[in-house]
Each structure stands twice: as C-alpha cells, then as structure tokens.
C-alpha cells in the first residue's frame, strides 16, 4: 500500500475497488485527478467545476441492496446450498 496518483493521462488500469472508484470519478470529466493513500481519496476538481455527484460515486461503488430492495434472509440464503 501507498501513494498512488491516477489522471486522464495516466488512469487506473488494474482490477481493484481502488481502481474502479477512480475510473469512474475521472470518467465524469470533472477530475483532473486522484491521489489515493489506504482509505483516503483525494480529488482534484477541473477548473470550472464543483463536486456536485463526485461523493455519490464514492459512496455507492459498493451498494448492494438500494431502496426497496429486500435482502435475502438467512433462510434463503442457506437453502442455495454451498457455493464452493
């Protein structure tokens, strides 16, 4: 783990969460860059731009379940049997 810094330039182009966060936060064309250290993004916005949305991406990248959406209960889940 350490200092990593991803921009339209030089994106993300392996396969973690990291990665995929980043992706789709210079996706927006908002960002002229992300610099990642452990658990904390730091964003930097393109000129004319606010953060209006960018938390959002962050926030739902790993969101399962939204509004409405009933999770299994345990019963459901244990009757799918071993997933190997």
Do not use: Q, W
């Not at 783990?1 to 936060?25: A, I, Q, S, Y």
């Amino acid at each position: 783990m350490g200092h990593e810094r991803f921009t339209p330039e030089r994106p993300p182009t392996r396969h973690r969460p990291v990665d995929e966060v980043c992706r789709r936060l210079l996706a927006t064309g908002r960002v002229d860059g992300v610099h990642v250290y452990a658990n904390v993004l730091t964003v930097d916005l393109r000129k004319g731009f606010t953060s209006e949305g960018l938390r959002e991406i962050v926030e739902t990248l790993h969101v399962y379940y939204g509004p409405g959406v009933v999770p299994p209960t345990d019963e459901e889940i244990l009757a799918l049997g071993p997933t190997g």
